[in-house]
């Protein structure tokens, strides 16, 4: 591709308010990136497909800006908050190809939290027919979401197949996206496309996703000793969690501490191990959990508190009477307390809160954190409790200028905290003048990505920005003209209609004509010949000329004619003169002998001809016909005509005649066209006789 897009020659684009040569822009030395003074951070703008010779322009906040390929746009002292690229453009390209350009940090972002981005393009062939581009993957469930980002722009599907309509052929990014399972355990490795990706569109051809497949191994173990994973020649200690291949093979190992003892693994998932045996090698066939208990020895004075929902090496902390007691693993011990000394309930009672806790207590704004179900405020001396936590995850909603954005989360705040697994609603309204372009942000969000409405189950931290930008100038206005034949033709007869000074040709009974831009156009309608050129229609009565100010149609009569072809051989003459004849029309035929001369016979050939001896005969077109008329010369001594001589010598004269006629039927000229006048009625009004719109396709 970048040898292509080195070859892409061709002039520069025309100075306008949109190309570079209008801009106010910055000097670019291509050996070095180039700074702008905007606020308090640096922000880089790289374009690391295309080559030296192509010129790049954007603009960041309306403001303009212009490098080449492979030179990084350095602007410093950028200010905080959200920015938006526009603008994006490459050039020059080859003849018919054109650049379509977009920033891989989507046209918002947030500095300080984004800090560069990079321009990428695609090279759309605009001379290839519109089509559908077609990816497929084999490897993930149906049902399960898979995606690829394509220019810029997420497409997914649940199925094996994303099709992508309305794209011609070209090079375009694309990028597949990797997926996990619902609950994370499976992971589907996305491959990777060198970019940029030549794309072809139609059935003939697809791009194949082919993702591997990977499971997670998740090794926990407890404070009191010490659980291992042996993966090929590497060890690891829990909390530990591997990605693998199916069908490998490992080996867990559960080490007590001194003073504690190891009592069971607890596994679950395919090729898992649940036993007493501390050592053990199994096969992974699926996800699978593994959970060494090392338990120390029964206190007598303590409580105990035992958790579920939070993700192993997550800290978690019990206030038992103001004081808090945190643990990495499941369980909390609350040891040696003040005038406990049985295990079953007596004894002084303990005042418990149970706090919540997040994924990162260094930033819980980041995202995740785990509430507590009910427990006890007070428990008893030596008692047990159980502690079920559901995740929560943080929810926000941004937007760009141009639009406001509402949550069906967080009764009408900006961010809220979703319980996991529940269904967010998204709606972004536009304001006047402006239009929704699409969703960006970071997460697992929507599955459409393009619609003001969508909704998105929350699985992790999700933030959501809504895209606007300014509404676009409504397109020229045209129309479409659709002619009805309402005759039967031959089969392959071509007829045709002028609008303006455009001819339009279909073979079938309708006509359409597309593209029209409304006015008075000037239209005739050409004699039709059927193949052979013996058949003619003619239109009866259409109009002189139309005026286009809305979708219209209209039908059209004809009338067929045939070739009705008149000749003679010898002394004589015949009528009528060849001419054509209205179909299913009566004609009579007349041959006049000359010079002493005697008809011999007609010769006909057609539907309806006549062959034989009479002078006059009738026939009736329902096709073209051919009459021959043949003239035997006189002799002076009659008697001879009357020899078994002479009769000889008529068999062989008719003979020959009859072979001349065959030759002159198979090459006698096809006959001459009719001269039609012209339609006349009134010309549209002057300064209104326009013309339809030379692309315009036609329905054949």
């Known amino acids: 591709m970048a040898a292509l897009l080195a070859w892409a020659p061709g002039p520069p684009p025309a100075t306008s308010a949109a190309s570079p040569a209008a801009r106010t822009t910055v000097s670019i030395a291509p050996s070095a990136p180039t700074s702008l003074s905007l606020g308090p951070y640096n922000f880089t703008v790289r374009v690391p497909w295309l080559t030296s010779q192509t010129n790049v322009s954007f603009a960041l906040d309306g403001t303009p800006y212009a490098t080449v390929g492979g030179t990084p746009v350095v602007l410093a002292n950028l200010s905080g908050g959200l920015h938006r690229i526009t603008n994006i453009t490459a050039g020059p390209a080859a003849p018919g190809w054109a650049y379509f350009g977009f920033a891989d940090q989507g046209a918002s972002f947030e500095v300080p939290a984004v800090r560069s981005t990079n321009l990428t393009f695609a090279y759309v062939n605009e001379s290839a027919p519109l089509g559908v581009a077609s990816f497929n993957e084999s490897r993930i469930p149906t049902g399960t979401p898979w995606a690829i980002k394509f220019n810029g722009t997420v497409y997914s599907s649940e199925t094996a197949w994303i099709n992508i309509t309305g794209l011609r052929n070209g090079y375009y990014n694309v990028r597949a996206v990797n997926e996990t399972s619902d609950h994370g355990t499976t992971l589907w490795v996305a491959p990777a496309f060198t970019p940029p990706t030549l794309v072809q569109t139609g059935a003939a051809h697809h791009l194949s996703v082919p993702y591997s497949v990977l499971f997670a191994f998740s090794l926990f173990g407890s404070q009191n000793g010490t659980a291992l994973v042996t993966y090929g020649t590497v060890t690891l200690t829990a909390p530990q969690t591997l990605w693998l291949q199916y069908g490998v093979g490992l080996t867990i190992n559960a080490k007590a501490n001194p003073g504690y003892h190891f009592v069971s693994w607890a596994g679950s998932g395919a090729g898992s191990y649940s036993g007493i045996s501390p050592r053990y090698t199994l096969t992974m066939f699926g996800p699978i959990t593994e959970a060494a208990s090392i338990v120390p020895p029964a206190p007598v004075s303590a409580l105990h508190f035992d958790e579920s929902g939070i993700p192993a090496g997550t800290p978690w902390t019990v206030f038992v009477n103001g004081q808090g007691f945190e643990s990495v693993q499941n369980v909390v011990v609350v040891p040696q307390l003040p005038n406990c000394t049985t295990v079953n309930g007596s004894g002084p009672s303990y005042t418990v809160v149970i706090p919540y806790e997040y994924a990162n207590t260094s930033a819980p704004e980041a995202g995740a954190r785990f509430v507590p179900g009910a427990y006890p405020d007070v428990v008893a001396c030596g008692s047990v409790t159980l502690v079920a936590f559901t995740a929560e995850f943080l929810v926000t909603e941004l937007e760009t200028s141009g639009g406001t954005v509402t949550m069906t989360a967080g009764s009408g705040a900006a961010t809220a905290w979703v319980d996991n697994g529940s269904t967010v609603t998204f709606t972004a309204t536009p304001d006047a003048g402006y239009r929704f372009v699409g969703w960006n942000g970071t997460g ?80 005739s309608v050409p004699t039709a010949f059927a193949p052979g050129g013996q058949i003619e229609y003619m239109a009866e009565g259409p109009p002189s000329s139309v005026n286009i100010s809305a979708n219209d149609s209209f039908p059209l009569d004809f009338e067929t004619f045939v070739w009705l072809e008149v000749a003679s051989v010898g002394s004589g003459a015949v009528a009528p003169a060849s001419e054509w004849v209205r179909n299913g029309s009566s004609v009579a035929l007349t041959a006049t002998p000359s010079g002493g001369a005697s008809l011999t016979g007609w010769i006909g050939s057609g539907s309806g001809s006549y062959t034989g001896t009479a002078s006059t005969a009738t026939v009736t077109l329902t096709g073209p016909i051919s009459e021959v008329a043949t003239f035997s010369a006189a002799t002076a001594n009659s008697d001879f005509w009357k020899s078994p001589l002479a009769e000889g010598g008529l068999v062989v004269a008719g003979a020959l005649v009859g072979l001349l006629l065959g030759v002159w039927l198979l090459w006698r000229p096809p006959p001459p066209p009719r001269p039609v006048a012209p339609w006349t009625e009134e010309a549209p009004p002057a300064g209104e006789d326009n013309e339809p719109d030379p692309s315009a396709t036609e329905e054949t």
């Open 444 to 523: 697992l969000g929507p599955t459409n990505r393009s619609l003001a409405t969508t909704t998105a189950t929350v699985r992790a931290p999700l933030e959501l920005v809504a895209d606007f930008a300014p509404e676009l100038p409504p397109g020229p206005t045209v129309f479409s003209l659709t002619v009805l034949r309402n005759a039967s033709f031959a089969a392959g007869t071509a007829w045709s209609v002028v609008l303006g000074n455009s001819t339009y040709t279909s073979s079938t009974s309708s006509l359409s004509i597309d593209a029209v831009p409304p006015g008075f156009y000037p239209l």
